[in-house]
């Protein structure tokens, strides 16, 4: 059974840093994995993903404060989130991407206070 744990969430000031982990576990490789978030009423927002080759693409709303890498030997995908602001509160969502069925964690909460 494939499984996606995020960690790492919280309540930081604005200008934080948090950074949260998706670990995977019942599947070899996926061919992409990456980060969603969901504030309340709003759409769910692509964050940022990087795919089995290490390409990445982000949200232009976060380029150049967060960072996405994956750790393959672990099964592992990070988001490293810097210069935090309210606007970036919200459920972060990880998934992954295996052929064409999408599997999803069940969210960590990040709270950016002002």
């Known amino acids: 059974q494939v499984q996606l744990v995020e960690s790492g969430g919280g309540l930081v000031q604005a200008g934080g840093s948090l950074r949260l982990s998706c670990a995977a576990s019942g599947i070899i490789l996926f061919n992409a994995m990456g980060w969603y978030r969901q504030a309340p009423g709003k759409q769910r927002e692509l964050v940022a993903l990087i795919s089995s080759t290490s390409n990445t693409n982000y949200a232009d709303s976060v380029k150049g404060r967060f960072t996405i890498s994956r750790d393959g030997a672990k099964n592992t995908v990070y988001l490293q989130m810097n210069s935090l602001k309210p606007e970036d509160t919200a459920v972060y969502l990880c998934?992954?991407?295996?052929?064409?069925?999408?599997?999803w964690g069940q969210g960590t909460q990040v709270t950016v206070s002002s």
């Open positions: 998934y992954g991407v295996r052929t064409v069925v999408t599997y």
